[in-house]
């Protein structure tokens, strides 16, 4: 079936670090690739998306690039704010309706 | 002004008891969701329904019963409370790609 590995947290960095965070997945067929963020108390939220191959997702200074060839969406922030701090998940949809989400990855910017 | 709402935020209640929870969408979704999420935040889908009708219905007792009265409202019943039902639950709705999610209800079964 479909999955999705993500990288295990948590990572814990400091101010205008650069962050990234690694997701693999597997699926049949073509699927779209989710990021969703979670802050705390708060329900998920998307954070960008790529539909096809060598899409490239963005929003808030957060990019991934869909890579078939590797399989992969990895996340990527040049430089973090404490803000930043939060639960990433990376997800992907196969169907119409289900999407596989990864154990998610806490990340926490310290000042 | 809310797109995914969810009633109540917190349930606390006594193992064995009977309690819903409620979710309502005003975004005009067609599909609804229920999520649950486990103290170390894995996420899993529970169930599904497109228009009222049930459409995805993961590996989840039968304790749990969900209900969609119309499309804009997906209600999640659960009976005989057990101490591994705790967790956070969490409603969403989608169109097209995109699914929106609701606050979530943080459940304690005690």
């Known amino acids: 079936g479909d999955s999705v590995t993500q990288m295990e947290g948590p990572v814990t960095l400091s101010e205008e670090a650069f962050l990234t965070i690694n997701c693999t997945y597997t699926?049949?067929?073509?699927?779209?690739l989710f990021w969703y963020v979670q802050y705390p108390g708060e329900g998920l939220q998307l954070l960008l998306k790529a539909t096809k191959a060598d899409d490239k997702g963005s929003n808030k200074g957060f990019e991934a690039t869909y890579r078939k060839e590797t399989t992969s969406f990895h996340l990527e922030k040049g430089s973090v704010q404490v803000s930043d701090s939060a639960v990433y998940f990376c997800a992907l949809r196969s169907n119409d309706y289900k999407l596989s989400f990864g154990a998610g990855t806490t990340v926490t910017v310290r000042a | 002004d809310t797109a995914v709402s969810q009633t109540p935020k917190y349930l606390v209640t006594q193992m064995g008891n009977d309690k819903s929870i409620k979710c309502e969408q005003n975004?005009?979704?067609?599909?609804m969701y229920w999520y649950k999420q486990d103290s170390k935040k894995f996420l899993k889908i529970m169930f599904s329904?497109?228009?009222?009708?049930?459409?995805i219905n993961e590996t989840v007792p039968n304790r749990f019963s969900p209900k969609s009265p119309d499309k804009a409202h997906l209600n999640l019943h659960i009976n005989s409370l057990e101490l591994g039902d705790s967790a956070v639950y969490f409603c969403a709705s989608s169109w097209g790609n995109e699914q929106f999610f609701g606050p979530g209800t943080r459940l304690t079964v005690l």
């Open positions: 329904y497109n228009n009222k009708e049930l459409i």
């Open positions: 975004l005009g979704h067609d599909t």
């Open positions: 699926a049949t067929g073509y699927p779209s």
